[in-house]
Nanobody, 128 residues
Framework: QVQLVESGGGSVQAGGSLRLSCTVS????????MGWFRQAPGKEREGIAG???????AYADSVKGRFTTWKDTAKNTLYLQMNNLQPEDTAMYYC??????????????????????WGQGTQVTVSS
């Protein structure tokens, strides 16, 4: 069982930046797909950034060009750099891990990810 712990959320003004971290337990980190998701109040959870075992990435249109995800394999940590944050980015942010091979697009399409291992979430609030 993979365990994930997110950190780095907080409150920022529009135009600001935050970096989220997701530390993963277990040595399968190097072979699994991972993703970042968010859920705003009253809305469904959505996938925003997926990363394959080989570090290939995919992003939702809503965050493309502003958010970047990458892995530090030495630290078993996944990161999400969020720049030019806007009030509509306010949400609970989650990382999740599961699947093998190329599955970064399944994150964006939110297909079959419910069975992945999930972190507890970290809140991001952006004020105007």
């Amino acid at each position: 069982q993979v365990q994930l712990v997110e950190s780095g959320g907080g409150s920022v003004q529009a135009g600001g930046s935050l970096r989220l971290s997701c530390t993963v337990s277990g040595n399968i980190y190097r072979t699994i797909c991972m993703g970042w998701f968010r859920q705003a109040p009253g809305k469904e959870r959505e996938g925003i950034a997926g990363i394959d075992y080989d570090s290939s990435t995919a992003y939702a249109d809503s965050v493309k060009g502003r958010f970047t995800t990458w892995k530090d394999t030495a630290k078993n940590t996944l990161y999400l750099q969020m720049n030019n944050l806007q009030p509509e980015d306010t949400a609970m942010y989650y990382c999740a891990a599961g699947g093998t091979g190329s599955c970064r697009l399944t994150v964006i399409q939110y297909l079959g990810v419910q069975s992945w291992s999930w972190g507890q979430g970290t809140q991001v609030t952006v004020s105007s």
